[in-house]
């Protein structure tokens, strides 16, 4: 038998031992991560904890629990936000332990009989995510939905919701989906606006770049009027987050192996992305090549280039102020940006800067909403109950405009205020559409539009 095959062929409890059985190890039980966690907040039990999700991956690796009728359900219900890192006084890897998890329960299921939410992944992540042509497609559908009435017609008729109770709720937060004819196109090198700083690679992500063209382009502009030529690689594919978080690490690999090489032929000095997600799995790809010494030779040297789109603003500086922003702005943190990432003040700063802009620390702010990636898909009522949560803090702020840094927190955060009924009076922005609407000049918007 081949090594690949031996590879291919290990159990679930196998690869716990291999790759979380060492990292569980340093958890010592003391209990800093329960308050910090959203999922032992909102359902009150050990198994949903950071530390009792670790002795269930310990105790599966000894073979002394199932994988999957001990394991499975707590690991699946992880939203994987990680605020157990930041807050542990010993620094237990727990987004490596619920990795491995994720990838043994995976191994586990393969052959097994894929209930709906299993049947959503492996539609999303195998047949659409990982392919740019069939994502514009999808885009460019998306967009002739909403513009024939389609979208409206399909809401109002219930029919989705009975599929879905959670895509009939997302879909009715939805944005405007930009024309194809507006996108930037892939491969375009756009010049630097002044004094030019140097190269920067632009990471344009799945959802960012199809869903909310507009923000990337706006952040295109941004980083033009700071000074810097960009350019959108064009062989660059999804980060593959997704990916790793539901179990998918060789697929996970090919990706990231894929975006290397593209951002390295872009002779950029820097990598810059605008999701907070996204730059959490960039940012780690050179953990995905441990064992691969040349492989995590390049993955670092990508990592070391890897910014999000706050931190190059607070540097380079802003553009001058062209108008005043109104109301109170409330700032909810993009987990992975916050804890995996480690930004936690620019875009704080950012907003702080702002002229007319009243900002107000939400409580809270450092807490997961609930989004998780395709979690508020696969786990909606546990979604919504950490949500709900989430919107009683926004209220007590006296917030006018949620920020946000990251796609999922922003349709999220969109759902809290539908569902409320505070449309009338509470807007969700992204970071970079506040810094557009304040900075930019229509009409550089429009000359980055035909580019």
Not at 200 to 226: K, P, W, Y
Not at 351 to 356: A, C, D, E, H, W
Not at 425 to 441: D, N, Q, T
């Amino acid at each position: 038998m081949r090594a690949g095959d031996q590879k291919a062929r290990r159990s679930g409890r196998e690869l716990l031992e291999e790759k979380a059985w060492d990292p569980s190890l340093r958890c010592v039980q003391c209990g800093y991560c329960l308050p910090v966690c959203p999922t032992y907040q909102s359902m009150g039990k050990e198994s949903a904890s950071p530390r009792g999700r670790i002795n269930l991956v310990k105790l599966a690796a000894e073979g002394k629990m199932d994988v999957i009728r001990d394991l499975a359900e707590p690991i699946d219900l992880c939203l994987g936000c990680r605020a157990c890192e930041t807050a542990c006084p010993v620094r237990v890897p727990y987004g490596q332990i619920l990795e491995a998890a994720k990838e043994a329960v995976a191994e586990e299921r393969k052959g097994a009989p894929s209930p709906l939410g299993e049947r959503m992944k492996e539609v999303l992540l195998r047949h659409l995510i990982p392919h740019p042509g069939r994502l514009r497609l999808a885009g460019a559908m998306l967009w002739l939905f909403q513009k024939t009435g389609l979208q409206s017609l399909v809401l109002s008729s219930g029919l989705l919701r009975r599929w879905s109770v959670a895509a009939d709720q997302l879909g009715k937060v939805l944005p405007r989906v930009e024309a194809p004819s507006s996108r930037l196109r892939r491969g375009a090198l756009l010049p630097a606006q002044g004094r030019k700083k140097g190269r920067a690679a632009f990471f344009a992500g799945c959802i960012m770049d199809e869903v909310f063209h507009g923000i990337n382009r706006s952040t295109v502009a941004l980083l033009q009027q700071a000074g810097w030529e960009v350019i959108i690689p064009g062989n660059q594919r999804c980060c593959g987050a997704l990916h790793a978080h539901q179990g998918m690490r060789e697929k996970a690999k090919q990706l990231a192996k894929d975006n290397i090489r593209a951002f390295e032929a872009s002779g950029a000095e820097i990598y810059v992305n605008n999701a907070g997600g996204c730059g959490a799995m960039l940012r780690e790809y050179d953990l995905l090549f441990r064992d691969e010494p040349e492989w995590r030779e390049r993955a670092a040297r990508f990592v070391e280039r890897t910014r999000d789109i706050s931190e190059v603003l607070v540097r380079c500086g802003l553009p001058p102020f062209r108008r005043e922003w109104e109301g109170v702005i409330v700032y909810q943190d993009s987990c992975h940006l916050r804890h995996v990432q480690k930004v936690v003040e620019e875009p704080r700063e950012l907003l702080r800067s702002i002229p007319g802009a009243v900002y107000v620390e939400m409580e809270g702010a450092d807490r997961c909403c609930g989004s998780g990636g395709i979690y508020n898909l696969i786990h909606f009522e546990e979604s919504m109950k950490i949500l709900e949560d989430k919107m009683k803090k926004v209220e007590k702020a006296g917030a006018t405009t949620i920020v946000t840094t990251n796609p999922g927190c922003h349709l999220q955060m969109r759902l809290g205020v539908e569902r409320m009924g505070w449309t009338d009076r509470i807007r969700v922005r992204h970071l970079v559409e506040v810094l557009a609407e304040v900075c930019l000049e229509q009409k550089i918007l429009t000359s980055v539009k035909r580019s």
